[in-house]
């Protein structure tokens, strides 16, 4: 089975511009969930989609925003980007939206800069 | 909250041991531990569930202590190959697609 897919792989937009980033899950999946790696911060969580809908939200601005689609793809867009906006954006795909031993398997992720 | 990994980076030769520990302020209903390499995705190891069921890796090990809400992870024999970032990652609620992880242990194995 091919992994979890995220285009595109490096990124370099200015601030105020905004991003559109997409994942492709593993077949079969669904369930997306989005997180943000930075050097000072870490692994965060975003946000994670289930049948095309937000199950849960991290704790961050309204500018993040994601969508999923039928197919299980999910997109995270960025508006107004922010220079601290720069950072790894990892996707993890998990096969449904239950309980605590879910395994949750992470794409190769989107490196953005922002300048 | 986000758990706390000890030790914060490690050092060791080939063959040697080493243990990683995570431990949380909350109850914790399951741990999740990756490995990340520079540069790469983190890749799943293991899940240990409240009640010891465990689920993952064949040549590394996990404890979870339930009641002092901490994990631990073995590394046996290490190879070259385990070097990397190791994290733990605890379900911030109902769902394990919710993961807060820690800050992660910097493993390097030297031949």
């Known amino acids: 089975k091919a992994g979890v897919t995220q285009t595109p792989r490096y990124l370099i937009k200015t601030r105020g511009q905004q991003v559109t980033l997409s994942c492709s899950p593993i077949?079969?999946?669904?369930?997306v969930s989005w997180y943000q790696q930075t050097p000072g911060q870490g692994l965060q969580f975003l946000f994670e989609?289930?049948?095309?809908?937000?199950?849960n939200k991290g704790n961050f601005p309204g500018r993040f925003s994601g969508r999923q689609f039928s197919n299980s793809r999910s997109e995270m867009n960025v508006s107004t980007l922010e220079l601290g906006d720069s950072a790894l954006y990892l996707c993890?795909?998990?096969?449904?939206?239950?309980?605590?031993?879910?395994?949750?398997?992470f794409g190769p992720g989107t490196r953005l800069l922002v300048l | 909250q986000q758990p706390v990994q000890s030790p914060q980076a490690v050092i060791l030769r080939e063959g040697e041991d080493a243990v990683i520990n995570c431990s949380s302020s909350?109850?914790?209903?399951?741990v999740h531990w990756y490995r990340q390499k520079h540069g790469e995705a983190p890749i799943f190891l293991m899940i240990?569930?409240?009640?010891?069921e465990q689920k993952g890796h064949d040549k590394i090990s996990a404890s979870f202590n339930e009641k002092k809400q901490q994990s631990s992870l073995y590394l046996t024999a290490s190879q070259l190959s385990y070097s990397g970032t190791y994290f733990c990652?605890?379900?911030?609620?109902?769902?394990?697609?919710?993961?807060?992880f820690g800050s992660g242990t910097q493993l390097t194995v030297l031949p």
């Open positions: 993890a795909s998990s096969l449904t939206s239950g309980g605590k031993g879910e395994t949750q398997y």
């Open positions: 077949s079969g999946h669904r369930s």
């Open positions: 989609y289930f049948s095309e809908t937000q199950r």
């Open positions: 909350k109850a914790l209903y399951s």
């Open positions: 240990l569930l409240k009640g010891g």
């Open positions: 990652g605890t379900p911030s609620s109902g769902s394990a697609r919710q993961l807060t």
